[in-house]
Nanobody, 117 residues
Framework: VQLQASGGGLVQPGGSLRLSCAASGVISSVFNTAHMKWYRQAPGRQRELVAGLTSGGTTDFADSVKGRFTISRDNARKRMYLQMNSLKPEDTAVYYC?????????WGKGTQVTVSS
């Protein structure tokens, strides 16, 4: 299983970015039932859970991003998304996608998000 995160970049405070995570090498039944998550890790800090989305559609967000970030998935394309609005400098981090399934726990390499003026 491979996860490829993309969509990161440099954005000004208040701006938006949409991250994508494409899964490959995973059968549909595993992807469709997986708990998909986004994590992030800022320099000098521990990796933290940003958002999660279960196969049933239940979402969970870190308090710091509630109301600003949304998470979604496209099972047919085996993709997951993180829409980030009203970005703040403290959102600067490497963002990782995670697929947590009965078949295993998988991580992508991450995409850098930098929020700066």
């Amino acid at each position: 299983v491979q996860l490829q995160a993309s969509g990161g970049g440099l954005v000004q405070p208040g701006g938006s970015l949409r991250l994508s995570c494409a899964a490959s090498g995973v059968i549909s039944s595993v992807f469709n039932t997986a708990h998909m998550k986004w994590y992030r890790q800022a320099p000098g800090r521990q990796r933290e859970l940003v958002a999660g989305l279960t196969s049933g559609g239940t979402t969970d967000f870190a308090d710091s991003v509630k109301g600003r970030f949304t998470i979604s998935r496209d099972n047919a394309r085996k993709r997951m998304y993180l829409q980030m609005n009203s970005l703040k400098p403290e959102d600067t981090a490497v963002y990782y996608c995670n697929l947590d399934s009965y078949g295993g726990d998988y991580w992508g390499k991450g995409t850098q998000v930098t929020v700066s003026s």
